[in-house]
Nanobody, 124 residues
Framework: QVHVMESGGGLVQAGGSLRLSCAAS????????MGWYRQAPGKQRELAAV??????NYAESVKGRFTISRDNAKNTVYLQMNSLKPEDTAVYYC???????????????????WGQGTQVTVSS
């Protein structure tokens, strides 16, 4: 069982900054990819940023403004969001992909887990 918990959302004025955090917890986690997706009202969920070990990838709309980083020791990923715009308003979801390794059974089990989301609202 992998639990994913986001924090750090809120209300901010355009041009402001927010920092999102996401922590994954569970037994014998081996995490490959951690990412942030967002879903605005009436729109489909889209990728904002993802980090796979040291490699990062960003949506064009957030490049130069958002920075994703990761603390492997804490199984935590961060999203620093600067120069926020009203169009960044959305629910931000954390996604964690990897596998667990059971010592008892020597079984590897893949997981692809999502958090409940955190609301980010940018006022104009």
């Amino acid at each position: 069982q992998v639990h994913v918990m986001e924090s750090g959302g809120g209300l901010v004025q355009a041009g402001g900054s927010l920092r999102l955090s996401c922590a994954a917890s569970g037994s014998a986690l081996n995490i490959n990819t951690m990412g942030w997706y967002r879903q605005a009202p009436g729109k489909q969920r889209e990728l904002a940023a993802v980090i796979n070990r040291g490699a990062t990838n960003y949506a064009e709309s957030v490049k130069g403004r958002f920075t994703i980083s990761r603390d492997n020791a804490k199984n935590t990923v961060y999203l620093q969001m600067n120069s926020l715009k009203p169009e960044d308003t959305a629910v931000y979801y954390c996604n964690v992909v990897g596998f667990t390794h059971s010592i008892a059974t020597a079984r590897l089990t893949d997981f692809d887990s999502w958090g409940q989301g955190t609301q980010v609202t940018v006022s104009s």
